[in-house]
């Protein structure tokens, strides 16, 4: 029975897509007018440094900030015959400063880092991915039956033939595509890929070459589960374009598409603001009354799990197993739901069973199948932590929505009202010793201004002694929770 519905709000400024499987939100995906996402656009770039110490160069693309391409990155002559004892050439040999290069984006600028570059050009469609640097054939790990990707290679291989474009990687919806099918889609690449070539040579160092597809069009082109039950959009014109777009490369979703209509926002129908407002706290209660705690830093992500309030029925190993087999099949979805990569460590609570263990690690595994974003898990370290990668091409669903605090600056806390305190009886000492005055006025936050007339007020009292002058304290509610300020009269 298909489950699978995906939901797409449409505004004029911004697209929020969401994957639901069962009535549980399993993916969100948010583009703006504001921040349009730059992965798999084209660029022809120009190098402004070569870091022969890196092994990389920035290269300038006409953004913020310039972008970072790596050795590794950079695509070699696919005719040439490779050596045994090749090692990574220098990036000197290759690219020097001031040339013009077609590059494609890899990742987003992620904090103060810019975009990430390759050389590899990958153009997908529907059924496959053109790959113009390369010759070969591939396919798509998830075809698991031999006879199926043995069919679908014969097709590729025999039509190229004709089109000698480049290489070409089968993506999974290919799966049962009839000849006719990857043969249009071929021909759109190969036609794709001309113009683009025709683009990039009237185009100016900097400039943007080629485009990917708009959000809800990528959602389309991207949906290789059979277990779609229907497409719901609320906007008329996106319904329009992706009815447009479905005929021509998604038959199959063509009919599954549906105009919402209802007053009601189609995200409030299925409660997809609140499980966006839940995924955006470093908490995620379990039901069995354990929770998960999620950090994340620049560096990685940490993950703890916690029994809670759940004590179990048997014993102390069955309820942290319970509760671990509970929480591998949480930390998947989260993964997901949060678009969290990179490098992610996992603490499950301490098992002494090794059996426990391996079931653990396997629920984690089969949750990370269905996830689009390729993942690798490690077995457990003798610390008893889990090791895993996940990749990250955009940013995390944090990042996009939310900002370091003001108050506190992203560091997660702040400065207590008594410390705050402290740091104004020092101030008043600082400033009689080198000024002159009649009176002093202190500025701060309501609390710390009742912590001076309660629990500090012998202090207040002393420093008016020692200074021989009067001191006012004055409420200001609009100050930060560690912002103060001394004013001489």
């Not at 070969?136 to 000698?164: F, N, Q, W, Y």
């Not at 113009?195 to 160092?205: D, F, G, L, V, Y």
């Not at 005055?437 to 001076?452: D, G, M, N, S, T």
């Amino acid at each position: 029975m298909k489950r699978e519905e995906i939901l797409i709000n449409a505004t004029s400024t911004e697209v929020r897509a969401a994957l639901v499987d069962s009535g549980v939100l399993q993916e969100v995906q948010i583009e703006r007018t504001s921040r349009v996402g730059l992965v798999s656009n084209i660029y022809k770039g120009k190098v402004s440094r070569v870091l022969p110490g890196m092994q990389a160069a920035f290269v300038e693309l006409g953004l913020e900030r310039t972008a970072f391409l790596h050795a590794s990155d950079i695509a070699r002559n696919p005719h040439a015959e490779p050596k045994a004892d090749e090692v990574e050439p220098d990036i000197r040999e290759v690219v020097r400063e001031g040339q013009e290069l077609l590059v494609q984006v890899l990742k987003e600028p992620l904090g103060t880092k810019g975009a990430r570059l390759t050389t590899y050009i990958a153009i997908p469609s529907r059924y496959l991915v053109l790959t113009p640097n390369s010759v070969g054939v591939g396919v798509s790990s998830r075809i698991d039956d031999e006879t199926e990707r043995e069919r679908l290679r014969c097709i590729i291989e025999e039509i190229k033939a004709t089109l000698p474009t480049g290489g070409y990687i089968i993506r999974t919806a290919a799966e049962g595509a009839s000849r006719e099918a990857l043969q249009a889609d071929l021909q759109f690449l190969h036609k794709l890929w001309q113009s683009i070539e025709e683009t990039a040579a009237r185009t100016p160092a900097g400039g943007l070459v080629y485009e990917d597809l708009p959000l809800p069009l990528r959602v389309l082109r991207d949906s290789s589960s059979p277990d779609i039950a229907r497409v719901r959009v609320d906007s008329e014109a996106t319904f329009a374009r992706l009815r447009e777009f479905a005929e021509h490369f998604v038959p199959r979703l063509s009919s599954l598409i549906e105009l919402y209509t209802e007053p009601r926002p189609i995200f409030d129908v299925y409660g997809i603001d609140d499980e966006i407002d839940r995924a955006l706290n470093r908490k995620v209660p379990l039901k069995s009354g354990g929770h998960v705690v999620f950090d994340q830093t620049e560096s990685m992500t940490t993950i703890d799990v916690n029994t809670g309030a759940y004590v179990g029925h048997r014993n102390l190993e069955e309820t942290i197993f319970r509760t671990n087999l509970e929480a591998a099949a949480a930390i998947a979805r989260q993964l997901r739901l949060r678009n969290l990569g990179g490098i992610i460590i996992i603490d499950f609570i301490d098992m002494t069973e090794e059996e426990h263990r391996r079931q653990v690690l396997q629920t984690l595994t089969d949750r990370l199948a269905s996830d689009h974003a390729k993942s690798h898990v490690m077995n457990v370290s003798p610390l008893g932590l889990v090791e895993m990668t996940r990749k990250r091409n955009r940013e995390s669903l944090e990042h996009l929505l939310c900002q370091a605090c003001p108050s506190c600056e992203g560091r997660g806390f702040v400065k207590t009202a008594e410390t705050v305190c402290h740091e104004i009886f020092r101030e008043i000492l600082r400033q009689h010793r080198q000024f002159d005055f009649q009176e002093l006025l202190v500025l701060a936050r309501p609390q710390v201004i009742e912590r001076l007339l309660d629990e500090d007020s012998a202090g207040i009292a002393e420093l008016e002694q020692v200074t021989g002058k009067p001191i006012r304290l004055q409420s200001e509610a609009l100050y930060l929770p560690d912002q103060f300020d001394v004013v001489l009269m």
